[in-house]
Nanobody, 117 residues
Framework: QVQLVESGGGLVQPGGSLRLSCLAS????????MYWYRQAPGKQRELVAV???????NYADFVKGRFTISRDNAKNTVYLQMNSLKPEDTAVYYC???????????WGQGTQVTVSS
């Protein structure tokens, strides 16, 4: 049974930091590309960052310089370090596992991040 479980969300003031974690089980974590997405109320889900199985990273323009994605294959975990948070970063954050050549992706249940004073 495949599970992706996000954690680390919460309420933070503007300018603050949070680190999200996504623990994967039931997949060969090291060969999956791992993604972070987010979805704000009334908006479409959008890509935040990706880290490939080989460790290459890419970021959406709106988080470049503020967020860092990383992975620990020994712990089957992908992280999203979020710094200099803004109110517009408020959303539910989801992780996704994608394996090249596999017909479907796996998603976590999401973790809420709220940036407010």
């Amino acid at each position: 049974q495949v599970q992706l479980v996000e954690s680390g969300g919460g309420l933070v003031q503007p300018g603050g930091s949070l680190r999200l974690s996504c623990l994967a089980s039931g997949i060969i974590f090291s060969i999956n590309d791992m993604y972070w997405y987010r979805q704000a109320p009334g908006k479409q889900r959008e890509l935040v960052a990706v880290i490939t199985s080989g460790g290459r990273t890419n970021y959406a323009d709106f988080v470049k310089g503020r967020f860092t994605i990383s992975r620990d294959n020994a712990k089957n975990t992908v992280y999203l370090q979020m710094n200099s948070l803004k109110p517009e970063d408020t959303a539910v954050y989801y992780c996704k596992a994608h394996r090249n050549g596999f017909p479907y992706d796996y998603w976590g249940q999401g973790t809420q991040v709220t940036v407010s004073s």
